[in-house]
T-cell receptor, first 119, second 118 residues
Framework: EPEVTQTPSHQVTQMGQEVILRCVPI?????FYWYRQILGQKVEFLVS????????KSEIFDDQFSVERPDGSNFTLKIRSTKLEDSAMYFC?????????????????FGPGTRLTVL | AQKVTQAQTEISVVEKEDVTLDCVYE???????LFWYKQPPSGELVFLIR??????QNEISGRYSWNFQKSTSSFNFTITASQVVDSAVYFC???????????????FGKGTKLTVNP
């Protein structure tokens, strides 16, 4: 069964450093997402990406964040200058886009997450 | 704006008990989609079910069942004969119909931590 993969599983970094979190969405999916979950809290939407551009972003997704699809398989989230409060689990998700429907109609499948720890 | 409320923060049951997890949602859209995800201690988010707003039929999948009631804006999840492996955090989530100007993002509730004791 196809699945979303994410690397690394755990990233430790110093405050102010740049990090890149990587995701490989399910191969025939066209919509990609990043969510984050601060420890013990709910899952929060960061950004959605379709057709090589950001479709929607939340207030959390400020200028420190960027996303990219550098090739046909990877989808990355970059945090330029990490802060202590960026420590969280970051989930990538992907969904199909059907001609008769749309991204919200199709299920978002999540990767296993990358735990980011900022020291 | 959409909102999902899971009022039960933690539930503890003994194995083989039935347990119901509550989910109440708010949305202005007439077309929307409801989901349940499971987050076991290992941390991943596992999709359990999706429901469209125009389909109020209840669904059963093995020991799992879901009760969708538009009249009360609820989408409750019942586990019958619970097992230790059901111990996890369960999240209810909502997305809207992008064609009606809604957002395709998932809005999650705060989750209910279920502990099933042997």
């Amino acid at each position: 069964e196809p699945e979303v993969t994410q690397t690394p599983s755990h990233q430790v970094t110093q405050m102010g450093q740049e990090v890149i979190l990587r995701c490989v969405p399910i191969s025939n999916h066209l919509y990609f997402y990043w969510y984050r979950q601060i420890l013990g809290q709910k899952v929060e939407f960061l950004v959605s990406f379709y057709n090589n551009e950001i479709s929607e972003k939340s207030e959390i997704f400020d200028d420190q964040f960027s996303v990219e699809r550098p090739d046909g398989s990877n989808f990355t989230l970059k945090i330029r200058s990490t802060k202590l409060e960026d420590s969280a689990m970051y989930f990538c998700a992907s969904s199909d886009f059907t001609a008769s429907g749309g991204p919200g109609m199709d299920t978002q499948y999540f990767g296993p997450g990358t735990r980011l720890t900022v020291l | 704006a959409q909102k999902v409320t899971q009022a039960q923060t933690e539930i503890s049951v003994v194995e083989k008990e039935d347990v119901t997890l509550d989910c109440v949602y708010e949305t202005r859209d007439t077309t929307y989609y409801l989901f349940w995800y499971k987050q076991p201690p290992s941390g991943e988010l596992v999709f359990l079910i999706r429901r469209n707003s125009f389909d109020e039929q209840n669904e059963i999948s093995g020991r799992y069942s879901w009760n969708f009631q538009k009249s009360t804006s609820s989408f409750n999840f019942t586990i019958t004969a619970s097992q230790v492996v059901d111990s996890a955090v369960y999240f209810c989530a909502l997305s809207e119909d992008w064609k009606q100007g809604g957002s395709e993002k998932l809005v999650f509730g705060k989750g209910t931590k279920l502990t099933v004791n042997p």
